[in-house]
């Protein structure tokens, strides 16, 4: 439910990333999970790639990301999903 997505995110070892995703958009997923809207969900999404020093990958196709870039990636994405902001 969009309740329980506020309050539990699960990051899988091994994501599967689609082509065609830029970073951005795969970073806005967490936050849709819930049903934010799409202009939360994109200033969500920036917040967590400029805390993860991730901006410079953001218009990036997820496909073309190394292992380690696409962990960073997935891990923001799961923060969003949570993230209640300061």
């Known amino acids: 439910s969009e309740d329980r997505a506020l ?7 091994e994501a599967a ?3 065609g995703l830029d970073v951005l ?7 849709l999970a819930h049903g934010s809207g799409q202009d939360e969900a ?4 920036w917040e967590m790639l400029r805390r993860m020093e991730l901006e410079d990958l953001a218009a990036r196709d997820t496909a073309r990301l190394s292992g380690g870039e696409w962990q960073r990636v997935a891990f923001a994405r799961t923060v ?3 993230w209640k902001g300061e």
């Open 17 to 19: 990333r689609q082509a």
């Open 42 to 45: 994109r200033e969500v999404a």
């Open 7 to 13: 309050l539990c995110s699960v990051m899988m070892q």
């Open 25 to 31: 958009e795969a970073v806005e997923l967490g936050c």
């Open 80 to 82: 969003a999903q949570v």
